[in-house]
């Protein structure tokens, strides 16, 4: 594939914009490590929820959705729709709690609510598990993304990919801090939204394609247009369906969807001006993330059903790509080799800016664990500010290293996805109950933590996966991650019972902090007089309005292009009705701040 001089000046435009925002944000980014990490703790609402947005508008989600698709049709999206509910509890239950902290990062956190040496050996070892090896983990998903893209697109080697979409993120990710994240974030989301659009429309109209119509009506798109699973293949239903919505949402540890909020959407609203800004911008973002980008994603991938409609079909046309790299998140790429000059450009550099966007900020987070939560801790207790600024950029350094070489030794991305997912099954109720439970200690952390890695291990990799899951097993495939976080939730609250509660100082000086309310603080009333109502009911009822208002958004986008203009209508209705009473119920939340 040729790329044109007007290809290379979108892409040369791009480039040049997000490093010049890197530069002028390092001006003040380096005069501490709260500007570093968190711009001072100043940010606005939206700016932060275009950040959040674009950060998960990586470079591997397209190609995560299209792998998807292909395999499980539309349906299998409900596997990261259900994530949704997590979000949204974040936003009306969870961002007011994580403003009010006033914690450096969400691990500090575990000093503010436990107290002793297990506390301080939590906080290190999470932060360490969280910064480094989960954050490797996903940062590599999304540079194996833009290995396939450099193959089938450029013609580039895995290492060549790697060598220049990474230099040009960590230099501007390092130099930057966190406000140079933020700023090239706002910039970085409307170059990936105008390529995804523009993409999906010039593809479908594609003369093999033969426009939507014929998409629609393909042979090899029809079974996969449903927007839910078949109710009569149990299998599909349960894996598909119920166990996301009935299980997963609330017991996974995802980046980005963390229950009870965390990582980078913590740090985000612990950036915010104050917990108005940090509930707004984590709404934002989860109406943009579910409601606004997964169907030009989606078209993408149901036309390279008909353009490639198996992995042979890939490998002919693309013969020069690595075998190792084969899977059907390639075809992802595959359709943008046929995009025309200068929409071909504005495509490439809205992947990199996806790439960018998403990479930059795990950068960010993870050197923010690293710095406050082990260096700061450990040999930098001592450490000026500037040493600590100047070590965060050589921490941010060796995660991109560690990252790109994780990412050439793996195959795809639904791969890592589910790897991610199940390592952290089990552990979401705990990061839920934590605020609202006096008897959750640090040891019910440690448990649930361990006790996850391990039963994942053995369910995923060991022999017992095979007596319990195999073809002849005695249980069915799609229990291997409700079992997880039953073992999970069972060692986590027989631990929490057999060792002590924390000490009522520290229990009570975490309630004046964050003053969380509820019957399960009801022997820490707080000692700011009367303290602020709890939000929880409300906050629930906020959350099931909002969770009907953007999947009705989502499926009346789905069924207007379907042209079922039945359903369309009932989709819509619901999305205004829901709409209303969340603003209602919204209103009730702000009342009670008063």
């Known amino acids: 594939m040729q790329l044109t001089f007007l290809d290379y000046a979108i892409i040369g435009v791009l480039f040049s914009a997000v490093l010049g925002i890197g530069f002028w944000a390092s001006r003040t980014s380096g005069s501490s490590t709260s500007a570093y990490f968190l711009s001072n703790k100043n940010m606005p609402w939206w700016l932060l929820g275009f950040s959040m947005v674009a950060t998960t508008f990586s470079t591997d989600t397209p190609n995560l959705v299209t792998d998807i698709v292909r395999t499980n049709g539309v349906s299998g999206n409900w596997v990261w729709w259900a994530f949704l509910l997590t979000g949204l509890l974040t936003v009306f239950v969870y961002a007011q709690l994580w403003r009010r902290s006033d914690v450096s990062t969400d691990m500090e956190f575990y000093e503010l609510r436990y107290g002793g040496k297990p506390a301080r050996f939590l906080r290190w070892f999470r932060a360490f598990y969280l910064g480094v090896v989960f954050n490797v983990m996903a940062m590599a998903a999304v540079t194996l993304a833009a290995i396939k893209i450099g193959q089938v697109m450029l013609g580039l080697t895995p290492v060549q990919t790697v060598l220049i979409a990474g230099s040009i993120t960590v230099v501007f990710s390092a130099i930057g801090g966190f406000r140079g994240v933020i700023y090239t974030d706002f910039l970085l989301f409307f170059f990936a939204m105008a390529g995804s659009i523009g993409a999906a429309v010039y593809l479908v109209q594609l003369p093999e394609v033969g426009g939507l119509s014929q998409l629609l009506t393909h042979e090899n798109v029809q079974g996969k247009l449903s927007l839910f699973p078949d109710p009569n293949d149990p299998n599909a239903l349960i894996m598909l369906l119920v166990i996301p919505l009935a299980v997963q949402w609330w017991s996974a540890w995802y980046p980005g969807a963390e229950p009870g909020g965390g990582g980078y959407i913590a740090q985000r609203m612990l950036a915010a001006k104050n917990e108005h800004h940090a509930m707004g911008a984590t709404f934002f973002f989860n109406v943009l993330h579910y409601a606004l980008r997964p169907w030009p994603w989606i078209l993408v991938a149901l036309a390279s059903l008909v353009v490639f409609p198996d992995l042979p079909s890939i490998q002919k046309a693309f013969p020069q790509v690595d075998a190792s790299k084969l899977g059907q998140d390639l075809a992802y790429s595959a359709m943008l080799t046929k995009l025309p000059a200068g929409l071909m450009g504005l495509v490439l550099a809205s992947l990199g800016a996806a790439y960018m966007s998403t990479i930059s900020t795990h950068l960010n987070w993870g050197a923010s664990y690293l710095i406050h939560d082990v260096y700061r801790l450990g040999a930098g207790k001592n450490a000026s500010e500037a040493q600590l600024v100047r070590t965060g950029r050589w921490a941010t350094v060796g995660l991109m290293c560690l990252s790109a070489l994780l990412a050439l030794a793996l195959t795809s991305a639904l791969q890592l996805f589910e790897i991610i997912l199940m390592f952290g099954a089990g552990t979401g109720l705990i990061f839920i109950l934590r605020w609202f439970w006096w008897r959750v200690n640090a040891w019910s952390e440690i448990a649930a933590m361990v006790s996850s890695g391990i039963t994942s291990i053995a369910l995923q990799f060991g022999s017992l996966s095979v007596i319990l899951f195999g073809p002849e097993g005695v249980l069915p495939a799609w229990g291997k991650y409700p079992l997880v976080v039953?073992?999970?939730?069972?060692?986590?609250?027989?631990?929490?019972?057999?060792?002590?509660?924390?000490?009522?100082?520290?229990?009570?000086?975490?309630?004046?902090?964050?003053?969380?309310?509820?019957?399960?603080?009801?022997?820490?009333?707080?000692?700011?007089?009367?303290?602020?109502?709890?939000?929880?009911?409300?906050?629930?009822?906020a959350m099931i309005w909002g969770a009907l208002m953007v999947y009705g958004a989502l499926f009346s986008t789905g069924y207007a292009l379907y042209g079922d203009g039945q359903i369309l209508a009932i989709a819509a209705s619901i999305t205004v009705i829901s709409a209303l009473m969340l603003l209602r119920t919204w209103r009730k939340i702000s009342r009670l701040w008063r």
């Open 486 to 541: 039953a073992i999970t939730t069972a060692v986590w609250l027989l631990v929490t019972w057999l060792t002590p509660a924390e000490n009522s100082e520290t229990l009570q000086r975490f309630v004046d902090q964050v003053q969380p309310g509820g019957p399960g603080w009801k022997n820490y009333p707080t000692q700011k007089g009367q303290g602020l109502p709890w939000m929880v009911p409300q906050g629930i009822a």
